[in-house]
């Protein structure tokens, strides 16, 4: 009985070491999981807005802090958007329209979008696969033109995405330019499957202002260190 109840023990300690072996490996390997994206020396914040507030003061306020954000010592990039990976996963986008492939046919999207301040992508050090970033050019005077992931390309445009145009029907815009395309970004878990994606510059959306901003700060040494000098300008 002795000798049986040693050999019982000694089995399940390599079960349980074995187990825990597998569960180390699979959690080192999540933490390095390419997401698409670089969160290290980022911070981010909410910014809780009156809902009273118009889309036009909103944006007032906005680009007047990220104009003080960017003068912080130590901070090289700042942005701003409707949402952040792991955060919120943006607006879906739902609907038929006329396939950019054969406009004779339609076409079923089903799509997350941002709107977000023409620095975001960069700020999120998202890559660059195709074409262009969004600019500050992007305005209300100019031709509407949004940024796709890999993924929307893939599934609703095709290889060559970059210069088609899609009738999304985004604000009183009907037609958009696709003028870039970005590497994939995964929202949660490093296993799940990557969704279509857009972005569009709240430039060329106003009225699409009236979310809850997320702040983007990337610094050069550690980020929490800025944390009172950003709740003080934005107070």
Known sequence: ???????????????????????????VAMLHADRGYDATQLLTARLNYPHELPAEHRIQRLEALQARLRAIPGVTQT????????????NVFG???????????????????RVVSPE????????????RALAATDTAASPGAIVVNQSFARAYIGRDAVGQRVRLGLGSRQDWEVVGIVNDVRQGDVAEATRPEFFVSYRQLPDA??????????????????????RALVR
């Open 1 to 27: 009985l002795r000798t049986l109840s040693m050999i019982g023990q000694v089995a399940i300690a390599c079960v349980l070491l074995i187990g825990g072996a597998l569960l180390a490996r699979s959690f």
């Open 120 to 131: 975001y992508l960069d700020a999120l050090q998202l890559r660059l696969v195709a074409g």
């Open 95 to 113: 609907r038929i329209i006329p396939s950019p492939r054969d406009p004779a046919s339609s076409l079923q999207i089903a799509a997350t979008w």
């Open 79 to 90: 942005a701003f958007g409707n949402g952040l990976p792991l955060v919120h996963i943006g």
């Open 209 to 230: 202002i009236d979310f809850t901003p997320m702040l983007l700060l990337r610094t050069e040494g550690d980020p929490m260190a800025h944390v009172a000098t950003v």
